[in-house]
Structure formats: structure tokens, C-alpha cells
């Protein structure tokens, strides 16, 4: 094994530390958030830093960077308050990734990238077509985090769309089948395969495979 | 697509709607957060819920359940003020996952579950021997949510421990290589296969395999 310390990562490039740092974290949830912004213009960006927080009430996470950076998603979502959240399949991949291009204010990433809106249970941000899982959320709190300028957006689930027939009988989506990708560090994307899984862990016994 | 609006979700008993709720955000990027408290007695616990903040300044999140949940942890980083996260590898993975039993007060899950403390750097917390994706930090600060009486810990990263063998020389680490896993839902587990890696996208050109 080989030690880094902060004083050594510091003194890289700064693309050398990004992609370093980018992957420590690990494999990423990855997924295209869809916002409409007050100007009737759609928007699509593609985020990584998405964190499940709780079942009940359901509520995800993703940081936004800061708004200089990535005004687009944050400024939509304050204005008004719903969002979709949308896996990524690799037969879009290509488009998915295109959506972090810096498109200029009044374009939609949907059509410069050709992805297609889907507007549906009268919810009032667009969905992604062909995205093999979609929830789409409501506001529920921006933590800014003044540590570096990034905003913690929190929102609560209210709308799941996905194939019921890989719903397990307990509940479990199965996003092995749905596709869904992950990603590493800033530009590169995987897709993952079932390894193993355990009964529910107790100390007076060691790990169940089930 | 069959539409789960949160009224539905709502009204499924607690197990079904955790597995739902807990897989919808994706793979999630698991690891085992160790750290030692004030009494000396080390913990061991398995995090799904972490996400990267940010590069420069080198910042990592998890999220905390709530206290009377899981004490062990945010209790040792809020005394200690230090800990590590450490990657999961296919060959430890049973015994990672066991750290999720609910062992006493007192009981190191280290000792409990087999696995070896690694001290090294003069860093005041233990690495996992064996993982392949070693990094230590120091707390930045405990950000409460409300919301659920969850926790957003941010910590700055002070050391990673990585073979240099698997670092690219733009600075991605192979995760692929070292055989990091993911996690869907509460108890399943995952590896993942490289698919693609792009070019920096730009507003005038498709996205670029490279």
C-alpha cells in the first residue's frame, strides 16, 4: 500500500487531485436530475452525490456545487420546489454524460442532448424517457455547507415509476436488472453485477448468506 | 412502468418499504467506518450512505442514522474527532457485513467479527487490514438533519492508503481493480465492471469515448 498524505495530494494538479479524490469515495449512484426553471426551459444534469437518507419519511440527498458552477439545478428547484431523479442505462450513457456540458442559459440540455421529456401523474418537472427507474421529489430542505460552497438538497419522494416486475417480493428493486449504472471519479461509468445477500445480522451468529 | 405514488409506499409494512426506499437511490459506494472511543474499545460499522463533497479542499460526507439507532460511531468521531473509511473487498465481505449486528457496548466489532486493526501514519484511528481503499480523516463538522434526526458528518481527508500500481496517471484510482464493491438496499452486495470513460463534454461536440 502506498501512503498519500493532504500535503502531497495538494501539491498535484488540480485534475490529477480531482480524479484522485473522485474516486476515493467509491462507485457512484449516478443519475440525470430534470428540473423546469421559472422561464419554461427544462434542465438536465447529470449527479453523482446522491445519498438515500431515510425510508419514512422516503427522502434522498445530492450536493449541488456551487451555484457559480452548477447555478441551474439548485436555482430551478428553489424557484419550484419538485425535481425527478432518474437512472442512468447504458443505451443512453452517451447522451447522459453530454448533459454536463456547459450549455448556455435558455437551452435545454433534454433537446441539445436528444433525450426526451416525459411529463406524467401531473407532476411538474419532466421525467426521462427510457430511464429504467424515476422518482421524482419534492423540496424539503437546502443545507448549504459553507465548508466549500456546496449546497446538501434534500427532498422527499413522492412519485416512483419503475417496472414492476423487477419489484422483488420484499420490496428490493433489482437495478442489476433495471440497468442502472454507476460512476467513477468525474467521466468514467460501470455497471454492476450480484455478488451475495445476507439474512438480517445478529451478534450470536456470523453472516447468512440467503 | 407501474407508477408507487408515496400514499401506496406509505401504506407497505416497514421491511418492504425500507428495501424499496433504500435501493431507489442506486448503488451506493459501502464501506466500513472504523473508529476508537474514549474508553479505547474500537468500532467497526458498515456505511452505504457517503458521498464526495469535494476535492479542494478534500472533503467526504456520510450520513449517521439516528443516535438511538447507531450511538457507536458519531459518538466515537464527536469525542475523537478522528476515524477512516475503509473499501470492502469480495474476500472480507461476510465479515463486514456482520459489523451491522448489533453487538454491546464494550465489544469491539473488530474482535467480534474477525477482522484486524491496522495502525499506521501515527493517525489515532484503525484502518481495516485487508481493504484494498484505505483513507483517514478528520471531522469537519456534524451537520444535524431534522428532518429525520439523521447526521451529515463531513470530514477532511488527511491520509489514503492505495496501491500506487492501481492509481492512473491522470489520478483515477482502479476501482475496478481493487475490487471495491457496492451495496443495493440493506443486505445486498455487488462488484461492478467498467463500461465506458469520456472526454471532458463540450456544448459543440457529441460526448467522446476515450
Redesign the interface.
Known sequence: ??????DT??S?D??????????????????LIATIGPDGVSNLGVF??????????????F?NRPREAAPHTIRNIEAGRYYT?N?IH?DF???A????????DG?SEFA?VGLGEEW??GFPAPFVEGSP???GLEL??V?P?P??G?F?V?G?????????RI??A????D??EAG???S??L?????????????????DR??V??
Chains 1, 2 share one sequence.
Not at 1 to 6: A, F, G, N, V
Open positions: 500500500m502506498t501512503h498519500y498524505d493532504i495530494i495538494a498535484w488540480r485534475f490529477h487531485r480531482a480524479n484522485f479524490i473522485n474516486s476515493l469515495s467509491g462507485f457512484k449512484p449516478v443519475s453523482s452525490n446522491i445519498v438515500h437518507l431515510g425510508a419514512d419519511p422516503a427522502l434522498v440527498g450536493v431523479i437512472h447504458p450513457l452517451d447522451r454524460h453530454q448533459t454536463s456540458a456547459k450549455y448556455p437551452v441539445a406524467k401523474a427507474v424515476q422518482y424539503a430542505e443545507m455547507i465548508l466549500n456546496t446538501f434534500i422527499r419522494i413522492l412519485h416512483v415509476f419503475v417496472d414492476e419489484v422483488g420484499d420490496g428490493l428493486i437495478l442489476y442502472s449504472m454507476v467513477l471519479g467521466d468514467a461509468y460501470g455497471t454492476a453485477m450480484p455478488h451475495a445477500r445476507f439474512g438480517y445480522a445478529k451478534p456470523a453472516a448468506r440467503v
